[in-house]
């Protein structure tokens, strides 16, 4: 929501107070995506606590429509976010998915990172809220396969990691805004791959990105592997039919790998 006194504003989340972790986190995530001077995130200023309430409060950007030459930027700055990189994988601290914890702890190797902190974990907490038999058997398949699919070598760029429609706005200087991230460092096809998972970027995004940096051979192919994360983010969190629509990217992947 928006407060102002007449001369400021400011936007605030609130959330129950065990939230308070949760933001943070987010509010880390903002910062370092700020600091980059890549493409606009609002700087956070304070995280606490009032009542039974935790709150973040960060900066107020009005927002506009949004062009086509801005959609196009959002590409072009999206890529130089990119560009800014780590030693390893990972995140000094972990942080949320949605409403899951998302484990990040360093790891040198991306398909390690990966197996353990990506698809494992997600498979780990399907199997405790019940979603078991073919969905596990299917999914240790695909993590003893997954150097097949991991075939390239990726450098750990600075992410988003949330980066769906919903988190990617305009200002009013028609200038790309990005919010609501679940940051770390990881293979930078991730974060394409989930702007594709549930539309909404169009092609002057794609285009201008690749202009920028190409992404590499076999990124159709780890994009499903890739999105699986999220959609059996969305099974955990939501049940219905993610867990098909899980079940059918874990068939696709095995069947490409013969």
Same mark, same amino acid.
């Given at each position: 929501?928006?407060?102002?006194?007449? /001369?400021?504003?400011?936007?605030?989340?609130?959330?129950?107070?065990?939230?308070?972790?949760?933001?943070?986190?987010?509010?880390? %995530?903002?910062?370092?995506?700020?600091?980059?001077?890549?493409?606009?995130?609002?700087?956070?200023?304070? @995280?606490?606590?009032?009542?039974?309430?935790?709150?973040?409060?960060?900066?107020?950007?009005?927002?506009?429509?949004?062009? %086509?030459?801005? @959609?196009?930027?959002?590409?072009?700055?999206?890529?130089?976010?990119?560009?800014?990189?780590?030693?390893?994988?990972?995140?000094? $601290?972990?942080?949320?998915?949605?409403?899951?914890?998302?484990?990040?702890?360093?790891?040198?190797?991306?398909?390690?990172?990966?197996?353990?902190?990506?698809?494992?974990?997600?498979?780990?907490?399907?199997?405790?809220?019940?979603?078991?038999?073919?969905?596990?058997?299917?999914?240790?398949?695909?993590?003893? $396969?997954?150097?097949?699919?991991?075939?390239?070598?990726?450098?750990?760029?600075?992410?988003? %990691?949330?980066?769906?429609?919903?988190?990617?706005?305009? /200002?009013?200087?028609?200038?790309?805004?990005?919010?609501?991230?679940?940051?770390?460092?990881?293979? +930078?096809?991730?974060?394409?791959?989930?702007?594709?998972?549930?539309?909404?970027?169009?092609?002057?995004?794609? /285009?201008?990105?690749?202009?920028?940096?190409?992404?590499?051979?076999?990124?159709?192919? +780890?994009?499903?592997?890739?999105?699986?994360?999220?959609?059996?983010?969305?099974?955990?969190?939501?049940?219905?039919?993610?867990?098909?629509?899980?079940? $059918?990217?874990?068939?696709?992947?095995?069947?490409?790998?013969?």
């Amino acid at each position: 929501m928006k407060l102002a006194d007449g /001369d400021q504003a400011w936007f605030v989340k609130l959330n129950d107070a065990s939230r308070l972790e949760m933001f943070q986190a987010e509010a880390e %995530g903002l910062q370092a995506l700020a600091d980059t001077d890549t493409i606009r995130a609002p700087r956070p200023l304070l @995280t606490g606590r009032h009542g039974g309430q935790a709150y973040i409060v960060m900066e107020y950007i009005p927002l506009g429509r949004g062009s %086509g030459r801005a @959609t196009a930027l959002a590409g072009e700055q999206l890529a130089a976010l990119h560009r800014h990189t780590a030693k390893a994988f990972g995140w000094h $601290r972990d942080n949320t998915i949605g409403s899951t914890h998302q484990p990040n702890g360093w790891m040198e190797d991306w398909t390690d990172f990966w197996r353990e902190r990506r698809l494992g974990y997600q498979l780990e907490l399907a199997a405790r809220n019940g979603l078991g038999g073919r969905l596990q058997t299917l999914g240790e398949r695909l993590l003893e $396969r997954f150097p097949a699919l991991l075939d390239h070598h990726p450098v750990p760029s600075l992410i988003h %990691g949330d980066l769906w429609g919903g988190n990617l706005a305009f /200002d009013d200087q028609d200038q790309p805004v990005i919010y609501d991230p679940a940051t770390y460092y990881g293979d +930078r096809e991730a974060e394409l791959a989930m702007t594709e998972l549930f539309g909404g970027f169009g092609g002057a995004f794609y /285009d201008a990105y690749q202009l920028v940096w190409p992404l590499d051979p076999g990124y159709a192919t +780890r994009k499903t592997l890739y999105n699986l994360y999220h959609i059996l983010n969305h099974a955990n969190m939501f049940g219905g039919g993610y867990q098909g629509q899980a079940l $059918r990217m874990m068939e696709q992947l095995l069947a490409e790998l013969g």
